[in-house]
């Protein structure tokens, strides 16, 4: 799951969720009322909503889109209730029957609080990680002679942090995460190589700048 996640207020005008879909690139977020947790607004739940009879009256043919109509719009008017939810202790196989038929995220419940997310674009993200890690230790294991836990979980903590500064950023210089880390550019520079290989970033090269690792656009 993911714990760093976008959110609405039931209070939230269309506009500012289609827009922040569009900039966040998102499809799906869950939506609070004072806290408490009513259900998810999704881009399907979006074109959905505006499909029954009752909203068709508002396009007929030669008038004007019904803007100041559609400005009404709420997120709690959207949010739509997950009959499915998670829990954080969870197996990842007894879960992924519901991931894959539901194209929103489900939120992921302790306590009677919403910890976290997951999408589908989370599952695959986990295993292109997973994927890139295994392979970053396969290559230590071709330059030492054995590859200590001790060094697989530190490398484990540099992929993840890497990862947590390129979402962050966008698009940054592997200077500058070298410098952030505490870790040579070199290594920056190997490990945004492998992320890159298996989908998970992408890096660039500037003259200037040397590497850059950028967040791939969807």
């Known amino acids: 799951m993911r714990t760093d996640f976008i959110s609405f207020q039931s209070d939230d005008k269309l506009e500012h969720v289609v827009k922040t879909f569009a900039k966040e690139r998102i499809t799906s977020a869950p939506v609070f009322d004072s806290g408490e947790f009513i259900g998810v607004v999704s881009e399907i739940g979006i074109v959905k909503y505006f499909t029954p009879k009752r909203f068709l009256f508002l396009w007929k043919k030669d008038k004007p889109t019904p803007i100041e109509e559609i400005k009404k719009v709420t997120a709690g ?14 197996e990842l196989l007894s879960v992924l029957p519901y991931i894959v038929a539901r194209p929103y995220c489900l939120p992921v419940i302790d306590k009677g609080k919403v910890v976290g997310i997951v999408t589908g674009d989370d599952i695959v993200n986990f295993f292109l990680k997973e994927f890139a890690k295994g392979e970053y ?22 992929v993840d942090k890497i990862l947590e500064i390129v979402k962050r950023e966008r698009a940054v210089p592997a200077t500058k995460i070298a410098k952030e880390l505490g870790l040579s550019v070199k290594t920056v520079e190997k490990l945004g ?17 040397g590497a850059i690792l950028k967040f791939p656009k969807l």
């Open 137 to 158: 230790k396969k290559e230590l294991g071709e330059v030492t002679e054995e590859v200590t836990e001790e060094v697989g979980l530190k490398m484990d903590t540099e």
């Open 193 to 209: 190589e492998i992320l890159t290989k298996h989908h998970v970033i992408r890096v660039e090269y500037s003259f200037f700048k």
């Open 77 to 90: 008017m959207l949010a739509k209730k997950s009959k499915i939810v998670l829990r954080s202790n969870q």
